[in-house]
């Protein structure tokens, strides 16, 4: 027993040998690595300190006229990354189109797919609007079983859950 291992705690008993219930290269090595990020961290302070100056002193060494301008060119900024921001967030919201079997890949594509990521050739010429069409018709009793095990496997592993 013993205090438990800190920063400060002693890694040897009274003795002078090794604590049992302290994994001592384990120990060391954290501390090492502490104090390298307590230098980095000083450094890292030490670089912010002077770069803040720097931006006190151009700051107050600039004319109001300067200030004015940089005000206006930073509102009009923060407006754009504003109406940016809106899009984006619009387009994260709006609906996604719904997967559909692709017999011929055997996976699971969105309509607009191209193949790109699948790696199939012309696959931006290929139409997800009907699957399972005359012309599909071999494929699709493959894929028709093939979604049937993937739906019962799906279900399997919600009843395990």
């Known amino acids: 027993g ?20 302290i994994d001592i290269y384990r120990a060391r090595t954290l501390r090492k690595r502490f104090k390298e990020i307590q230098t980095d961290h ?10 803040l100056l720097e931006i006190a002193a151009l700051q107050s060494s600039s004319s109001s006229d300067s200030k004015s301008t940089q005000t206006n060119t ?12 809106e899009e984006e967030k619009k387009a994260r919201l709006a609906p996604k189109p719904k997967p559909k079997f692709d017999p011929q890949t055997g996976k ?35 894929a028709g079983r093939r979604a049937q095990q993937q739906q019962q496997h799906q279900q399997q592993q919600q009843q395990q859950q």
């Open 2 to 21: 013993g205090a438990p291992m800190g920063i400060d705690t002693p890694l040897v008993d009274n003795e002078g040998f090794p604590r049992g219930d």
């Open 42 to 51: 000083k450094l890292l302070e030490k670089e912010i300190e002077k770069g």
């Open 74 to 85: 930073d509102s009009i900024n923060t407006n754009k990354d504003n109406v940016m921001d």
């Open 108 to 142: 699971w594509v969105v309509k607009s797919w191209d193949g790109s990521v699948a790696g199939v050739t012309n696959g931006e010429l290929r139409s997800f609007d009907d699957l399972y069409s005359e012309s599909n018709s071999a494929l699709a009793g493959n």
